[in-house]
T-cell receptor
Framework: EAGVVQSPRYKIIEKKQPVAFWCNPI?????LYWYLQNLGQGPELLIR????????DSQLPKDRFSAERLKGVDSTLKIQPAELGDSAVYLC???????????FGPGTRLLVL | KQEVTQIPAALSVPEGENLVLNCSFT??????LQWFRQDPGKGLTSLLL?????REQTSGRLNASLDKSSGRSTLYIAASQPGDSATYLC????????????FGPGTSLSVIP
């Protein structure tokens, strides 16, 4: 069974530029998560989807971040415009439902110059 | 507000040693606690999950214990191997808002051959 797939794995951009990350969850997993992980810290939730509905986006900086999960499968996280402080690893995870173990993708490492 | 801390932040041991990693949480009203492993440049992999009604879980050389009243969990690794080198994170699922998981910052473990 394929795991959670994320792309790109690495991205380097200049500040004020837009960037997008893509996630393909494990087939059949209804719940999808986007996390931000800074160096030396644990993941922090940005947004959680139940199928195509965003049910928890309280930690998502809505002035510059947006996300979507079309048809309840793949998801895209966008930052526009990117700031220096956005440099981090962006992790996507999925689970069969919100109470079961989360399976993580390898993450996208973003560097904003 | 639930806060999760892990001590030490980093640990280096010679191969073959038994070791203990610590996790503390501020709110004892938890649904479960989970230990994850994260290899450099990769996502998190679940190791052990302890339900709030359980005291410990074992998998191979790993043993995790839970003491809710004191807000602590330990991960015991027996006969450590270089392949155990990774960052170990604990994560707590609260009893209220139990669909939300709070991660600790992790302990970076190096096992020296």
């Amino acid at each position: 069974e394929a795991g959670v797939v994320q792309s790109p794995r690495y991205k380097i951009i200049e500040k004020k530029q837009p960037v997008a990350f893509w996630c393909n969850p494990i087939s059949g997993h209804n719940t999808l998560y986007w996390y931000l992980q800074n160096l030396g810290q644990g993941p922090e939730l940005l947004i959680r989807y139940e199928n195509e509905e965003a049910v928890d986006d309280s930690q998502l900086p809505k002035d510059r971040f947006s996300a979507e999960r079309l048809k309840g499968v793949d998801s895209t996280l966008k930052i526009q415009p990117a700031e220096l402080g956005d440099s981090a690893v962006y992790l996507c995870a999925s689970s069969p439902d919100s109470l079961q173990t989360q399976y993580f993708g390898p993450g996208t490492r973003l560097l904003v110059l | 507000k639930q806060e999760v801390t892990q001590i030490p932040a980093a640990l280096s041991v010679p191969e073959g040693e038994n070791l203990v990693l610590n996790c503390s949480f501020t709110d004892s009203a938890i649904y479960n606690l989970q230990w994850f492993r994260q290899d450099p440049g990769k996502g998190l992999t679940s190791l052990l999950l302890i339900q709030s009604s359980q005291r410990e879980q074992t998998s191979g050389r790993l043993n995790a214990s839970l003491d809710k009243s004191s807000g602590r969990s330990t991960l015991y690794i027996a006969a450590s191997q270089p392949g155990d080198s990774a960052t170990y994170l604990c994560a707590v699922r609260r009893k209220t808002s139990y669909d939300k998981v709070i991660f600790g910052p992790g302990t970076s473990l190096s096992v020296i051959p």
